[in-house]
């Protein structure tokens, strides 16, 4: 059902004289300090203002738009299927129905309501309907966020970060949420998981706490209410009610790839728009550092006179990595925060980990990908290479038997790489095969090119927000048995596909004229995404949709109040005692000669027992070693250029290796 539209919206309260003389354009809660983030959030609006500049779409356009969406599901969506049956939904039907009975909705908000509701009933944050300007470009925020903890069995919540520039007396990080608009919490976030696409409960519960205080408009329809009423409890056993208004913001700027550009890149993202946006606000709202960051690594990149040196483990791109050495009871060990994949290289990406690694502790990293909505699926692939000595097998993609896949297929075989489907999409015909044969989209060379190095014992971080190209790698972690995988919650959010936006497809259709394209452009900016092609798992759980299924890890820890208000700390103690268990592996390697035929190596290694040789893939030396420092040497035909590879066994495993170039 849509929602209705909010009535009698009443006046926002006066802002006080001295947050007046913050700023001249005070925001609705507090004022900006930090002047990477001052020109956004200064040019943010109340809600009611924001809402008073939007222009409605006429009837036509209206009608436009849904026809559009019965084409884009019913012709590419590769889970409908899955999702018909899981969820006993059928939205094709819902849109017929929407056709028939548009002049029902007669207010804005209640068409993109009801657009936004099909979508969601899919529970795939990668098939989305895209609001029209002017919500495409904003985002709705509080400035504080809330957090869930367990005591014992019972979740609780407490406000986790607050705006630098909010105060209030009593409200402020760790004090314990209770109600929301007056409905006790644990059911207001119920209800806000409704408004999202989560495919488990694990996820639906999670992003019903973010969308709580953040929420993207452009796959979202704006809060219905103008401020919200929060009941809480302070450590002194008092309960207190603040009222704060909502505003509507636009969002740091970053350098990704652009997924309506008739590109390669753009036919292998996999992202989760929201989780993004939410990321992207909790970095305005709590990390300014970030933005400002960011902004200088934008002009140094734009200047090609600049020479740049990251001072310790400060990341050249500080919108994705955060490295450092973390102390525990159990020793010292490298931490390195995967925020996102959304880069436009992955070869740049997969450079800036290994250096970063390489600064830290070599007797075991904890990856910590939580809350990360995916990217560039080439750059979560290739990644895993680095933490394991095993070949990397990308995961293999599906399209849905249709005509319009077929069509798509047969007017791009080579620039977008889609020749090996083509065959089994057409023996469907015949055979009425559901989907086409399963290829990767990350080519299997590029995975494997620069091989393992890091060599200690690696240990995965996941949450229910881990989305899309995360899910790939947290899959491809497992798949490959690179670790252990330790949860803050039992699964991670599930999206198993490769997504393609709307205005992608049309570019790619442009150019066929008989039959002609089924797409048009959406009116004022609007747009849509599909899942087009799903993913299966590979190694011990080849075949195994990722989609609704996700990656289960193998511990859970349950978060406590300490690690939302202390730096995670106990979630780092317990990653920690795992890492503290495992073999640590050193497997160091140079060339000393190559001269007269013979190569000569120095080595170093230690908890390993066997140490085989390769020269451009062929076999040059075996031989058992014991810990510390040898030298080798042995006949091999090889040049400037040829690749040594050095592989360790530990007790018959495979343990490290490690790839040198001459």
Known sequence: MARKPAQHRRAAPQRSPRRKAASSRALPFSHAPHEAVRPILNAATRLNEFLATVVALTPEE??????????????????????????????????????????????????HAEMTDIFTSLRDLHTNYLLPAPYNGVAAALPFAVEAYWEKDVRRYIVGHVMDGFSHPTFRAGVEVRYWNGVPIERAVEIAATRHAGSNPEARHSRGVAGLTARSLNVSPPPDEEWVIVGYRTADGRDHELRVNWIITGLPQETTVDAAAPTISATALGLDLETDAVRRINKLLFAPEVVAASARMAAIAGDPSAVFTPAGTDSTMPDVFRAKAIDTSHGK????RIWTFQVQDADTFVAEFVRLVGLLPQNGLIVDVRDNGG?????????????????????????????????????????????PWIPSIERSVETGAPFSLAYPISSAEKCNALGQRYHGPVLLVTSARCYSTTDFFAAGFQDHAIGP???????????????????????????????????????NGAGMRVAIRRSLRVGARAGTEVEDLGVTPDVFHKVTRDDLLNANVDLLEAAAAILATMPVYVLEAAVVSNA??????????????????????????SQEISDGKSRVSFAAAVTAGSTIELQCYGKGQLAAARRLTL
């Open 485 to 523: 995988i330790l949860g803050v919650d039992r699964n991670t959010g599930a999206g198993g596909a490769n997504v393609w936006t709307h205005a992608l497809l049309s570019r790619f259709f442009a150019a066929s004229d008989s039959p002609p394209s089924p797409f048009q452009d959406l009116p």
């Open 375 to 419: 990217g560039l699926i080439y750059a979560g692939e290739q990644l895993l290479q680095v933490l394991t000595p095993n070949r990397i097998e990308p995961q293999r993609l599906q399209f849905i038997n249709t005509p319009l896949n077929l069509r798509l297929c047969q007017l791009h075989p080579d620039d977008l790489g889609l020749r």
């Open 62 to 111: 209206r009608g436009l738009i849904v026809e559009q969406a019965i084409v884009l599901l019913d012709g590419f969506y590769a889970h409908l299927p899955l999702k018909r049956a899981m969820h006993a939904i059928d939205p094709l039907q819902r849109l017929r129905l929407l056709r028939h009975r548009l002049a029902q909705f007669v207010t804005e908000t209640s068409f």
């Open 596 to 621: 007269d035929g013979r190569l000569t190596l120095d080595v170093e290694t230690r908890n390993l027992d066997r140490l085989d040789v390769f020269a451009d893939g062929r076999p040059q030396y």
């Open 333 to 336: 060990f490298g931490y390195i």
